[in-house]
Structures are given as C-alpha cells and as structure tokens.
C-alpha cells in the first residue's frame, strides 16, 4: 500500500502547522518522520489517519483520496498506535486488543471465535498474552503500549501508523517493538524520536522543521552533521560501527 500526500496544509487553534507537506511512503516500506518537538510530525500524522481534516491538499491512499473512503472502510487499510491513549472506562488487555476487530464487523455483531483467534496472536506476538485478563488501566506505560501494538496488529491492515511509538519503552522493548514491527511486511510510518532508532529502522526519512519538510532520503543521506545541527540545534558526529549501522553521536553544550 502506497501512502501519499500533496501540498497538505492543516491548522491548529487558527495557526497554520503544516505548510504545504509533500509526502510519501511507498508500499511496504517503513518510513519514518524526523523533528524536534512542535515540527509538525503528529499533526502530519493525524491527517492521514483523519483524526484532524487538512486545511488544503489532499491525502492519497492507493492513489484514491482518503476522503472518499468512508471511515469503517480507511480503518480498514491504516491502523494506529498513538503517543496518547486515555480510557474513561475499565477494559481488560484483552477487551482493547478486541477493540481492533471492530472496523471488520457489521453493528452489533458479537465477537466471533476467528477474532479471538486473531487477538490471541496478536497478543503473543507483542509478549502479553500473559496479560489478557489485566485492567489495562494497571499496566505500566510500556506494558500499555505493547498493548496497543497488539490492538493495531489484530485490525490487520496494509498500513501501520506509529506516533513516537518507543516513549514509554526500555530499550530492550524498543528493539523488540521496532524488530516486530519491521517484520511486518506492511507499509509503516512512524514518527520516531531517536535518530538512532530512525537510522537503524527506517528505509527512508522525512525530517519536519517548523512544518515544513526540509529533507527527504534514505538515512545515510539525510542524517548528516549540518542537517542535525541545522535542525536540532547540537553538534553530533554520524558515522558508520564495526557492525555496519549508521550511528549518531551527540555532545553536550558544555563541550561545544
């Protein structure tokens, strides 16, 4: 599945956050969207997964405007793990991770022993199958989010939407999650905080600086000195290990 935006525009509280986005992340691929905080990386998101409507421009998906799906059928193709989830109510792990089957049901109509099937994978395949009959509202951060993993695998959609999926994560689960989540031979896009996550993962970058996109490739491309201090505002030497992977090194202020 092909993902794609043209010249999208989107406004937040009367102000313009994203300026004219061209964007896109080809079938299969895992691409990620690089920025300091308030660059713009959420809000680019929102508007593919329809949380918030584009001002101007359009999201494509397959080739076909994301407005004309209707929203049971766009949850069909994209699912979600977003930076934040609140729950006014008490839900089992299980009862969540369920919640992803919805958009494949018809109103009213009771879980099938195929979507317990499904949610039982998918919650063996993220590690909390051990969990199932947990208030999710008990968890850790990053036990919900293995979670939420789980909910979005169990929707079993082309496309993988991740806002800063690695927040509430230790860095054993955020190699866990990341080394899952490019096993999925799905089209994925993540917003992703750490340019070493982003430079080990991702097979093509986006780097978002006050709403715009000022680079676009593939990481040994993009991930540059200059593009990092130009961007971030600190100094960081990137360089390639013994083992092969692109590395980013930062030094603090107090050695500049």
Do not use: W
């Not at 102000?15 to 713009?40: C, K, M, Q, W, Y």
């Not at 201090?229 to 050695?255: I, K, N």
Request: with cysteine; charged share 25%; net charge negative.
């Amino acid at each position: 599945m092909e993902i794609r935006t043209d010249d999208l525009h989107a406004m937040l509280g009367g102000t313009e956050i994203l300026h004219g986005i061209d964007f896109t992340a080809g079938d299969r691929s895992l691409v990620g969207v690089i920025g300091p905080n308030g660059s713009g990386k959420s809000t680019l998101l929102k508007c593919i997964y329809r949380v918030l409507k584009p001002s101007e421009g359009a999201v494509f998906v397959d080739g076909q405007p994301l407005s004309e799906y209707r929203v049971r059928d766009s949850a069909k193709k994209i699912a979600v793990l977003a930076q934040h989830n609140f729950y006014n109510f008490e839900f089992t792990v299980q009862d969540v991770v369920l919640m992803g089957r919805a958009p494949h049901k018809r109103a009213l109509e009771r879980d099938s022993a195929a979507d317990f099937k499904i949610v039982h994978e998918a919650m063996e395949r993220v590690g909390v199958a051990s969990l199932r009959d947990r208030l999710f509202s008990t968890l850790s951060g990053g036990e919900q989010q293995r979670v939420l993993l789980a909910r979005a695998l169990a929707q079993q959609t082309p496309c993988l939407i991740l806002d800063e999926p690695t927040n509430h994560l230790d860095i054993k689960y955020q190699l866990e999650l990341l080394d899952l989540v490019r096993s999925l031979d799905r089209t994925v896009i993540a917003a992703i905080h750490d340019l070493n996550i982003a430079a080990m993962y991702c097979d093509t970058i986006f780097v978002m600086q006050s709403g715009h996109i000022v680079a676009a490739g593939a990481p040994r491309d993009v991930l540059t000195r200059s593009l990092i201090r130009s961007v971030y505002e600190v100094d960081a030497d990137v360089f390639t290990d013994s083992d092969g992977l692109l590395r980013v090194l930062f030094y603090p202020q107090s050695l500049v």
